[in-house]
Every structure is written in C-alpha cells, then in structure tokens.
Nanobody, 123 residues
Framework: QIQLVESGGGLVQAGGSLRLSCAAS????????MGWFRQTPGKEREFVAT????????DYADSVLGRFTISRGVASNTVYLQMNSLQPEDTAVYYC????????????????WGQGTQVTVSS
C-alpha cells in the first residue's frame, strides 16, 4: 500500500502563494489517481484537484480553476499543489489522496489519505 505525507502548509496573506507537497512511500504514485481535497470546520471535505492515472489529465474545482495547479513529480514520488492568488476562503486543511480507480469519486471509497496540512490565508 501507499503512504502519503503532506507538507508545505502555513500562514500566507491574501494574494500570496504556497506549494503543497504530498510525499508518497511504499508504492509509486504512477500506480494511482492522485488528488487534493480540503476541509474547513463544520463543512464536508471537498474536492480541489486531481491528476489522472489513465491519461495524465487534470481536473479542478471551479473555485480554484486558474489559480491552483496539480502536478506529479515522478522522480521524487511526490504530488504537488501550487496555489496562487490565495484568498481567505481557501483557508482549510488540505489532504492528499490516492485511488486505484478514480480519486474524484465518492470520498467514502477513496483508498488512501494523508494526514492533512493546514493552510491559513489572512485578509
């Protein structure tokens, strides 16, 4: 199985940027759909971005389209989320996920999750 560890979160002012990393171990990320999700207190965890195993395509939530970019670092076995033009509403715990099939599906059935990293955007 694959283990996922997120890093790169922190406090940033509105308009700033952060790059999150999801370091994988145990298995290579080339065997999985990979994705990022986020959650704020009192709300359900929501999809942010995915990079698909099948064709390498990417998909984004409307709220982050044009600002966030997901990518795979195959040599480093790491998935990245570059976040630009951050806004206070992007404040959340960000989770990395891996799935053998489709990571942008029912979250109850996603195979693997990281522990999360906090992103806080001040206004």
């Amino acid at each position: 199985q694959i283990q996922l560890v997120e890093s790169g979160g922190g406090l940033v002012q509105a308009g700033g940027s952060l790059r999150l990393s999801c370091a994988a171990s145990g298995r290579t990320i080339t065997s999985y759909d990979m994705g990022w999700f986020r959650q704020t207190p009192g709300k359900e965890r929501e999809f942010v971005a995915t990079t698909r195993l099948s064709d390498g395509s990417t998909d984004y939530a409307d709220s982050v389209l044009g600002r966030f970019t997901i990518s795979r670092g195959v040599a480093s076995n790491t998935v990245y989320l570059q976040m630009n033009s951050l806004q206070p509403e992007d404040t959340a715990v960000y989770y990395c996920a891996a799935d053998h099939d489709d990571v942008n599906s029912d979250q109850r059935y996603i195979d693997y999750w990281g522990q999360g990293t906090q992103v806080t955007v001040s206004s």
